[in-house]
Protein backbone atom coordinates (compact mmCIF):
# COMPACT_ATOMS: atom_id res chain seq x y z
CA UNK A 1 0.00 0.00 0.00
CA UNK A 2 1.46 3.77 -0.75
CA UNK A 3 2.22 5.53 2.06
CA UNK A 4 3.64 9.10 2.18
CA UNK A 5 4.61 10.42 5.32
CA UNK A 6 5.66 13.84 5.39
CA UNK A 7 7.83 15.75 8.08
CA UNK A 8 9.30 19.07 9.39
CA UNK A 9 6.78 21.70 9.25
CA UNK A 10 7.17 24.36 12.17
CA UNK A 11 6.36 27.89 12.67
CA UNK A 12 8.92 30.38 11.45
CA UNK A 13 9.68 33.67 11.14
CA UNK A 14 9.56 35.62 7.90
CA UNK A 15 12.82 35.26 6.50
CA UNK A 16 13.76 32.03 7.82
CA UNK A 17 14.17 28.12 6.94
CA UNK A 18 13.01 24.75 6.83
CA UNK A 19 13.40 21.74 5.58
CA UNK A 20 10.52 19.67 4.66
CA UNK A 21 10.64 15.48 4.38
CA UNK A 22 8.47 13.01 2.95
CA UNK A 23 8.93 9.29 3.87
CA UNK A 24 7.29 7.37 0.84
CA UNK A 25 6.99 3.25 0.93
CA UNK A 26 4.52 0.93 -1.13
CA UNK A 27 6.00 1.87 -4.55
CA UNK A 28 9.35 1.25 -6.42
CA UNK A 29 10.64 5.21 -5.26
CA UNK A 30 13.56 5.09 -7.38
CA UNK A 31 11.10 4.63 -10.57
CA UNK A 32 9.23 7.56 -9.71
CA UNK A 33 9.41 11.37 -10.02
CA UNK A 34 7.72 13.11 -6.53
CA UNK A 35 6.58 16.29 -6.37
CA UNK A 36 5.40 18.52 -3.23
CA UNK A 37 2.21 20.35 -3.10
CA UNK A 38 1.09 22.91 -0.55
CA UNK A 39 -2.49 24.40 0.57
CA UNK A 40 -3.37 27.43 2.49
CA UNK A 41 -6.85 27.81 4.31
CA UNK A 42 -9.13 28.62 2.08
CA UNK A 43 -7.42 28.12 -1.51
CA UNK A 44 -7.02 24.86 -3.78
CA UNK A 45 -4.12 22.83 -3.58
CA UNK A 46 -1.54 24.16 -5.38
CA UNK A 47 1.55 22.68 -7.48
CA UNK A 48 5.25 23.64 -5.71
CA UNK A 49 8.20 21.48 -7.20
CA UNK A 50 8.57 18.11 -9.01
CA UNK A 51 11.85 16.23 -8.88
CA UNK A 52 12.17 13.67 -11.48
CA UNK A 53 13.56 9.68 -11.02
CA UNK A 54 17.11 10.78 -12.14
CA UNK A 55 16.83 14.34 -9.93
CA UNK A 56 15.87 16.88 -12.75
CA UNK A 57 13.65 19.56 -10.57
CA UNK A 58 11.53 22.16 -11.66
CA UNK A 59 9.34 24.76 -9.56
CA UNK A 60 6.51 26.77 -10.03
CA UNK A 61 7.45 30.31 -10.11
CA UNK A 62 6.90 31.44 -6.74
CA UNK A 63 9.15 29.53 -5.25
CA UNK A 64 12.31 29.08 -7.70
CA UNK A 65 15.09 30.36 -6.43
CA UNK A 66 13.92 29.93 -2.52
CA UNK A 67 12.88 26.34 -2.33
CA UNK A 68 15.36 23.27 -3.62
CA UNK A 69 13.81 19.91 -3.94
CA UNK A 70 15.99 16.77 -3.50
CA UNK A 71 15.15 13.00 -3.36
CA UNK A 72 17.42 10.32 -1.31
CA UNK A 73 16.67 7.21 -3.51
CA UNK A 74 18.32 4.68 -0.54
CA UNK A 75 16.17 6.20 1.79
CA UNK A 76 13.08 6.74 0.19
CA UNK A 77 12.25 9.79 1.16
CA UNK A 78 12.11 13.26 -1.09
CA UNK A 79 13.20 16.77 0.92
CA UNK A 80 11.75 20.71 0.30
CA UNK A 81 14.54 22.57 1.87
CA UNK A 82 12.63 25.92 1.74
CA UNK A 83 14.56 29.30 2.24
CA UNK A 84 13.81 33.21 2.55
CA UNK A 85 10.33 31.79 3.95
CA UNK A 86 7.32 34.25 3.29
CA UNK A 87 4.22 34.40 4.72
CA UNK A 88 2.32 33.92 1.66
CA UNK A 89 4.15 30.80 2.05
CA UNK A 90 2.16 29.19 4.51
CA UNK A 91 0.17 26.17 4.07
CA UNK A 92 -0.16 22.13 4.74
CA UNK A 93 2.65 20.94 2.75
CA UNK A 94 2.20 17.45 0.41
CA UNK A 95 4.01 15.32 -1.41
CA UNK A 96 3.01 12.61 -4.06
CA UNK A 97 3.93 10.27 -5.78
CA UNK A 98 2.98 11.08 -9.78
CA UNK A 99 2.30 7.59 -10.85
CA UNK A 100 0.08 7.34 -7.40
CA UNK A 101 -1.38 10.22 -7.91
CA UNK A 102 -4.39 9.56 -5.87
CA UNK A 103 -2.13 8.69 -2.28
CA UNK A 104 -1.65 11.75 -0.18
CA UNK A 105 -0.09 12.06 3.22
CA UNK A 106 -1.30 13.92 6.16
CA UNK A 107 0.70 17.00 5.06
CA UNK A 108 2.71 19.10 7.28
CA UNK A 109 1.99 22.39 8.63
CA UNK A 110 4.60 25.06 7.69
CA UNK A 111 3.58 28.39 9.14
CA UNK A 112 5.75 31.70 7.92
CA UNK A 113 4.90 34.72 10.66
CA UNK A 114 5.21 38.24 9.78
Known amino acids: QVQLVESGGDLVQAGGSLRLSCAAS????????MAWYRQAPGKQREWVATITSSGFPAYADSVRGRFTISRDNAKKTVYLQMNSLKPADTAVYYC????????WGQGTQVTVSS
Open 96 to 103: NALRYSRF
Open 26 to 33: GFVFDDNA
